[in-house]
């Protein structure tokens, strides 16, 4: 079992910062791809940044340039360093854990940009 606990999420005004972290912990496999999500009320919840073991890297084009993910294998966690936040960009944030078969998320965590 995988359990994801996220952090960091808040208010914030445009054009500010913000950086989630997620914490993985659990039988966790080697290899694996862990990512953001986002779901905004009365939208679909869509990628916002993904990264694998390996270190490769998927961004929704609504944030690229703008937010960077990364990870630490050793510590299971991950991040998403968000810069220059948008109003668009408010809405609730979700850890994901994805391999083979097991897909896990965390409870999320909420960014409001407003201000």
């Known amino acids: 079992q995988v359990q994801l606990v996220e952090s960091g999420g808040g208010l914030v005004q445009p054009g500010g910062s913000l950086r989630l972290s997620c914490a993985a912990s659990?039988?966790?496999?080697?290899?694996?791809?862990m990512g953001w999500y986002r779901q905004a009320p009365g939208k679909q919840r869509e990628l916002v940044a993904a990264?694998?073991?390996?270190?490769?890297?998927n961004y929704a084009d609504s944030v690229k340039g703008r937010f960077t993910i990364s990870r630490d294998n050793a510590k299971n966690m991950v991040w998403l360093q968000m810069n220059s936040l948008k109003p668009e960009d408010t809405a609730g944030y979700y850890c994901?854990?994805?391999?083979?078969?097991?897909?896990?998320w965390g409870k999320g965590t909420l960014v409001t940009v407003s201000s």
């Open positions: 990264i694998s073991s390996g270190g490769n890297l």
């Open positions: 994901n854990y994805r391999h083979l078969g097991v897909n896990v």
């Open positions: 659990g039988s966790i496999s080697s290899l694996n791809t």
